[in-house]
Each structure stands twice: as structure tokens, then as C-alpha cells.
């Protein structure tokens, strides 16, 4: 019995869809070890700042400097796709956003550390919410969260703002990896 052109429409339309559903979760799964790792980043440095605020600057860099190897070693060791731009352009993206939150801080001269930390929470939560956009809506609410436990801790924590942070924060972004790596 031959197939009708609707029929072969529909099988089609079906192979689309599950191939687009199938990309969806292969990128949730790639981003899930970058959540993870940031996610411990996040916990260790406030954690660290809220017992030793004094130090917050350089527990900060070390944190971040360690989070960006962290994410070197990890995209270089992720396969290679067809559609993957390389270790170098991900890596020039997040110099680029570096830049701009540096660039924005100089002119915005925050007074407060809270201040600072929120703004840099508004930027990635921005960022993972456009990624989203094209990647799943997954992202979407992973930037939702990120902005609501920024602006909570800012408003509502006080001088609880590094620990609400580690915890919401930080146990946040590790619950969001092992949430995408099981899409």
C-alpha cells in the first residue's frame, strides 16, 4: 500500500521534531558540567567572603580563576560536534563578558560589594535567558532564578547576603546541573 504525500508530510514533520527535541536535551546535558562547577564556585566563594569578609576580593579571584580553568578543562574535553564553534570562541565570549561587567562596574562605581555581586548575577542570569532563546526554555527559568535569588539576596538577606547567596545561589546553580544533566 503506498504512502500518501500526507502521510510522508506527517513522518516527516515527526523526524523534525523529535531530531530538534533530541538536540535540545544533547546541549542541556553538555551545559550541565559548567553549572555544576559554577555552582561550587559560587558556594565556596561566598561562603568563604560571609565568614571572611575581609578577604572577599582575593577569595574571589582565586574562585573565578580557578572556575575559568575549570571551564577551559571541561569544554576541551567535551567531544566536538559538527555545529560547535570551538574552546576559543566560548572562551572569547566570556572575555568579552568580562569586559563589559568590568567596563560596567567603572562607570557605575558601585559602593558595596552586594552591589557589585547582584549586578554580575543580573548579567549571567541575562545571559543564560537569551541563551535560552535558542537553546530551550530550560535556560530560560535557569536565568529566571538566577535574577530572583540576586535581586532576594540584595533586597531581603541584609547582612546574610553572602550566605543567602552560597546557598540559593550556588546550591541553586548545582540542583540546575543536575537537573539538565537528566533532560
Known amino acids: 500500500m503506498p504512502i500518501t504525500p500526507e502521510q510522508a508530510g506527517l513522518a516527516l514533520q515527526s523526524i523534525e521534531d523529535a531530531a530538534r527535541h533530541s538536540t535540545r ?40 580563576l580557578a572556575g575559568f580553568a575549570g571551564t577551559w578543562l571541561t569544554v ?39 552591589q557589585v555581586s547582584t549586578f554580575i548575577s543580573l548579567v549571567l542570569a541575562t545571559v543564560y535567558a537569551l541563551i535560552g532563546l535558542w537553546a530551550g526554555w530550560r535556560l530560560v527559568a535557569i536565568g529566571a532564578m ?13 547582612t546574610s547576603f553572602n550566605l543567602w547567596m552560597a546557598v540559593a545561589g550556588g546550591g541553586g546553580l548545582i540542583a540546575v546541573g543536575l537537573w539538565l544533566r537528566r533532560a
Do not use: N
Open 25 to 64: 536535551l544533547y546541549r542541556y546535558r553538555r551545559a550541565s558540567p559548567f553549572f555544576l562547577l559554577w555552582g561550587i564556585c559560587w558556594a565556596l566563594a561566598y561562603t568563604i567572603s560571609y565568614c571572611l569578609p575581609a578577604h572577599t576580593g582575593k577569595v574571589w579571584l582565586a574562585v573565578d
Open 76 to 114: 576541551r574535553s567535551q567531544p566536538r560536534t559538527a555545529g560547535q564553534h570551538g574552546a576559543w570562541k566560548i572562551m572569547g565570549a566570556a572575555v568579552v563578558l568580562l569586559a563589559f561587567v568590568a567596563a560596567s562596574l567603572a562607570v557605575l562605581e558601585p559602593q558595596f560589594g552586594k
Open 146 to 158: 538566577v535574577a530572583a535569588v540576586g535581586l532576594t539576596a540584595f533586597f531581603a538577606a541584609g
